[in-house]
């Protein structure tokens, strides 16, 4: 059953919280939560902060503003109650139709009105009438208004200039009766002109005052002048302009809320003259309650805005790179997790590997040990082998050695009788004869014991020996004569006669019978039977290949590739060991040469290498045997027959 590791694990808050802190997508999200936030918050905050200071200057401005304006029109307040009491207006207000009464008013005035610095100055009777002035003047529209409103003082607008101009009244009694009116005219003109100067050379700051009808009668921007403060519909606009207090038409509406904070400010809309887009500004007024005006400060925002803008961006970068600095951390600490994760795995690993090498190397100690053991009971069972294919060559041997001894037995015991019988006969010539040819026989047994002996001998470990090569083809032969001449073998042997080779004769004669024993053994049904042994020079003549080659029947690819393993045979039960070619191999190895099979077109090749020790001086190859070639082993009593002469 397959559990997937998600129901395996409980899945706990914090575990989630983990996850989630470890996925990048997270943080990215993240980031662009701190980017909209540190964007709003900056924005907010710087605003707010831009607000406040312009605020404060523009409060800190609009005081300054309204004691200029309130100083200028206090300046004189004290003026006209001064001239009250002068003797001279007392003396006019008596009988005011006295001319010469109202030209030393008029002078007086003229003086005052030149040392005060103001504007006019001059004395109406109690319906508006002007009895006596520093000037010849018109007095004001609004004059008989103000008088029947008991007032102190009035803005009216000068049709002549353009500009509104303050008045300032101080009632004229007689037994506590108003009789007429001291007027003290100021002209603001100057200092709205320092105020439109103020506005030309500030960009951000506007200025305006407006009266008690909301109608703006000074302004640092001359198109806002006449203007309606908030909203006048048409009514009321018919009837300000009806009022004649202001020179020119009322402008448009500038549409400020009525009720201003003071100090707070207001934001408000305002289209200013040769800027398309109404601008955002921060509006403030400032009551001047005895004048009964309104003094409004307007400043720009744009400024403000803009670097809210910016300390927006800033606080939206800031906001990303917390997220990208938190981002990299927590990717940093993922690699150093997994890097250390690795270094643990690779630690595990190689600890794991060194176990396996450990076992490993014991396991082939074992098995080298193993090897060693098989290797030395191989050794013991290659000496035994040899000793038991020694004991097989020699059974083979004494079975040849009994059948060729029985035959001269047999006929030395015929011999020996016939030469009795000579003897008493007398015949002396014919038992020496019989006597000679005994001898020979003799010869020829205890020549093939010899070899039997030579056999038999243990042979040396060192192969120190010069041995005549064809000596040995001739004893191993001899020890197979009983066979080859059964089967009317035919040999041919080319060897020289005094070619010496580094071997050990015993062992060497081994190995030849071996082979031409197979030979033999191979060509025992085969109509042709030869049997040919040669050698050719190798090496410069240092060393010397020996061929033994037959016409048998040979063996079959499939065979050839086992002709060296022991036990490898293709003979009957109780005939081959399958040993011979595997302890021949081996002598001639420990000759120094190698033995070698190979299949010919009618029978088979077996060839071996071995160091030279030196060659006859006559060097040439002389005919092997003396059975003068093929021709007379073929069908004759070969080797151990009577005409054998090696
Ligand atoms: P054995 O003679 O006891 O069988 P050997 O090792 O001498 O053992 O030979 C192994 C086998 O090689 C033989 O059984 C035979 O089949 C094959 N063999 C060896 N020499 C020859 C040869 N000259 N011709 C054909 N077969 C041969």
Known sequence: MVVSSSFSRPRTPALRL?????????????????????????????????????????????ELYASNLAAELGRHASLPSLLAIDPTLQALILSPQDAERRRLASQMLARVNVRAGTHQIFVADAQGQVLSASEGLTPPARLPEALAQGRSHFFAADPG????????????????????????????????????????????????????????????????????LDHADPSRRQALQASARYPQ???????????????????VQLPLPGISASRPMLAQQRQLVPLGLRLVALSDLTEVRQRAQLAAW????????????????????????????????????????????????????????????????????????????KLAVLGQMSAGLSHEVNQPLTALR?????SIRLLESGRQDAVAANLQIMDDMVERMSQITRQLKSFARKADEQVTGAVPLLDCVRN???????????????????????????????????????????????????????LQV?????????????????????????????????????????????????ISAKIVHEFGGTLRAERLQHGMSFEFDL???????????????????????????????????V
């Open 18 to 62: 983990r996850r989630l802190l470890s996925r990048p997508g997270f943080y990215l999200f993240a980031t662009g939560l701190l980017m909209v936030l540190g964007f709003v918050l900056a924005h907010r905050l710087s605003e707010r902060s831009g607000r406040e200071q312009l605020s404060a200057l523009s409060t800190e401005r609009l």
């Open 611 to 645: 160091a030279v020790d030196r060659i006859a001086p006559h060097g040439q190859a002389e005919p092997a045997l003396p059975l003068e070639g093929a021709e007379r082993a073929r069908g004759g009593p070969a080797l151990f027959g009577e005409h054998q002469d």
């Open 249 to 267: 038409a009322i402008g448009p509406d500038l549409d400020l809320p009525v009720t201003l904070e003071v100090h707070q400010g207001q934001q």
């Open 414 to 418: 015929a011999l020996a009788r016939n």
């Open 314 to 389: 800033g606080g939206a970068a800031f906001g990303a790179s917390i997220g990208l600095l938190a981002l990299y951390l927590s990717s940093r600490r993922r690699a150093l997790r997994q890097l250390f994760k690795a270094q643990t795995d690779l630690q595990q690993t190689h600890a794991q590997l060194e176990q396996l090498v450990d076992s490993r190397t014991a396991e082939l100690r074992q098995t080298n040990d193993a090897l060693k053991s098989q290797i030395a009971q191989r050794l013991q069972t290659e000496g035994e082998l040899l000793q038991a294919s």
């Open 534 to 582: 040669q050698t050719v020079s190798l090496d410069a003549g240092r060393r010397v290949l020996v061929k033994v080659q037959d016409s048998g029947a040979g063996v079959s690819d499939e065979q050839l590739q086992h002709l060296f393993e022991p036990f490898f045979t293709t003979k009957p039960a109780g005939e081959g060991l399958g040993l011979g070619l595997v």
């Open 161 to 228: 200039t353009g500009s509104t101009d303050f008045y300032l009244l101080h009632p004229l009694r007689q037994a506590n009766r108003p009789v007429g009116v001291i007027v003290v005219r100021f002209n603001l003109a100057p200092l709205e002109a320092t105020w439109v100067d103020l506005g030309l050379r500030s960009q951000g700051e506007r200025i305006l005052v407006a009266d008690d009808q909301d109608v703006v009668i000074m302004s640092s921007v001359q198109a806002w002048k006449y203007a309606v």
């Open 476 to 530: 191993a032969l001899l020890l197979l004569e009983h066979r080859s001449r059964a089967l009317d073998l035919q040999a041919d042997i080319t060897v020289p006669a005094g070619l010496r080779v580094r071997a050990e004769a015993n062992r060497l004669e081994q190995v030849l019978v071996n082979l031409f024993g197979n030979a033999i053994d191979a060509m025992q049904n085969e109509p042709e039977r030869l």
